[in-house]
């Protein structure tokens, strides 16, 4: 069982930079391999970058890519999300995601731990 805990979402400008966090309960959060996902209203909930727990192979959705920057610190049970030049189409609640593999995938569908969400709204 993993237990998931976002922070660091807030309000800011386009242009600006955030870095999310999600800590995660367990003793094996280094043999999960992670994901961030986002969901705007009336939006289906989209993946946006993904980390594997063998080699920390990266992976991300074309709308964040050199933009965004996925890491984790498995001593600290805890992945981030450095998003840098934020745009207002960036809004959204994102979610950390885990399951125990080690690939990374796309479809939220393939993810058996959510957090709670953490509100990111860029304004123009």
């Known amino acids: 069982q993993v237990q998931l805990v976002e922070s660091g979402g807030g309000l800011v400008q386009a242009g600006a930079s955030l870095r999310l966090s999600c800590a995660a309960s367990?003793?094996?959060?280094?043999?999960?391999?992670m994901g961030w996902f986002r969901q705007a209203p009336g939006t289906e909930r989209e993946f946006v970058a993904g980390?594997?727990?063998?080699?920390?192979?990266?992976s991300y959705a074309d709308s964040v890519k050199g933009r965004f920057t996925i890491s984790r610190e498995n001593a600290k049970n805890t992945l981030y999300l450095q998003m840098n030049s934020l745009k207002p189409e960036d809004t959204a609640v994102y979610y950390c995601?885990?399951?125990?593999?080690?690939?990374?995938?796309?479809?939220?569908?393939?993810?058996?731990?959510w957090g709670q969400g953490t509100q990111v709204t860029v304004s123009s």
């Open positions: 995601a885990a399951f125990n593999g080690g690939t990374i995938y796309s479809s939220p569908s393939q993810y058996d731990y």
């Open positions: 367990g003793r094996t959060f280094s043999r999960y391999s």
């Open positions: 980390i594997s727990w063998i080699g920390g192979k990266t």
